[in-house]
């Protein structure tokens, strides 16, 4: 037994013992730096995410608001409003709900918050309703005209503007001018309400446009005359032309 | 001649057994468990087992408005510091140009929104991008993280522990989102939860709740009746910077290629 013991070189015992003491001084000191409940969920303090949910709700959400205010939400559920949730006007109101009369709900009147959305953008997309704010009624503010919890929709086709401004700004200053939208956009009553999914039509064939620009046209005199049987005949005529302003190039 | 072939025989066996055990190894040195037990929530009220969900948002570019009432209520919702370089969402304005140049502004996160800019006449098409973490499935900003303060929850979301992070910056620089920011007054890394404390207790992130067009849906991506498993059915749908194979969760239809 001894005798292998004597055997092994001092320096080897030597390094023996500090190998134990930095193996043990490990073994001791881990735990103590390791944060409890590391590694019970996943690579991390499981305690974290007692630490996530600890935050305190500002907005309440709808559901919360339909239990007392159930006729605003339910004329808010029959508009164009209906996807609108109540706090996005009103301000975030959590606190609303434990305690009433304290934390009471903003009730935006100024000009400044409905351009937030409707104000005209040309980012945003094609059909979202929407208006140049210094030139619709610019000193009016716009809850003296439209309740914002069933917001009415423009009349066809004289307030075709009040989405499609962009178009009828373009339309007013070019030659098409006396032209009404719906001659040429047959346009179902849906597209008010569902703006995509029930699109107005387009003139479908070069003959619609050759009621008045074809040489043999005895609509409009002064109209620009082409020949539809050899002019660009694979194309439709709104594929180069832009009709709102056909004198653009 | 028979000795030999048994011997090696066992001699294989015996290498076989001990690769089959070394690849166990990792596993017991890095502590972890099997399957592990659902979670205990200082909260009696929450009733919300991290492992029955998987969390992810759809974002539809054809119904953004650039109203910012997402960025806004997040601000509100998440006690973000109001000075306009801290966001945890925030929406972009893309202009591609006729001449292939593409700009991109971001006034203030759009908490505001949006206002109209001058000068954009040889506008070729623009469009509203919200963006926020991807909570990616392969995260790079917890790879980085020497200290496991930035961690993956079971449910998939990508959650900072703020008591145990360092401020060192690693996962800053890692995000290729750029989706985190160091809190200036805590100095400590945050970044979008998915609003975790609403989540967990069946309400939806502040910015969803917000959107007034449904541009933002959020749900579960492994459950067939998810409103975010339609979106995905229903959409063409693109990631951010799918090259970099984090596996974003963030899911956005008619996305442009001009979008980074």
Redesign the interface.
Known sequence: MNNWISKIPEQIKLLAVVVTVIITAFLIVRPMLI?AG??????????????????????A??ASCVECHDDMTDMLAGGY?K???C??CHG?LAGHIDDPDENTPSFPRERTLCP??H???????TG?PQIVSQSHNSLKACISCHEPHDPVPPDVPSQCSACHGEISRSKAVSHHVDIECEFCHTTPELHKTSPRQYRPSKPQNREFCGQCHTKNSKHNTKAPRIDLATHETRYDCWQCHYPHLPEAR | MKNSITSKRRDVLKTMAGFAASLLVPKVV????AS??P?D???DS?HYD?HDHKWGMGVDI????????CAN?CK????VPKEPFFFRTWVE???VHENGETTIDCPNGAV?????KSG?DD?LR???VPKLCNHCENPPCVQVCPV??T????DGVV?V????CLGCRYCIQACPYGARFLHPVTRTAEKC?FC???I??G??P?CV??C???ARIFGELDQKASPLHRFKRMNHIGVLKPALNTEPKVFYANLDMEVK
């Open positions: 944060p590391f590694g019970e969920q996943g690579h991390f303090r499981s305690g974290a995410l007692n630490d996530a949910v600890a935050v305190q709700f500002k907005y959400g709808k409003h996807k609108l949730s706090e996005v975030p937030v959305c104000e005209y953008l040309s980012s945003r997309p979202f | 890095r502590g972890e468990k592990a037990k979670f929530w200082a909260d929450i991290p054809d119904k953004c408005i650039g109203c910012g009432r209520a509100i919702e998440n006690d304005r893309y202009e505001d929104g949006f206002e109209k954009d506008v623009s469009f509203f496991g303060a961690y993956q929850s079971a959650l522990d703020a008591d145990y939860t975790y404390h609403r967990v207790r309400e939806e502040a709740e917000a007034p067009t449904e």
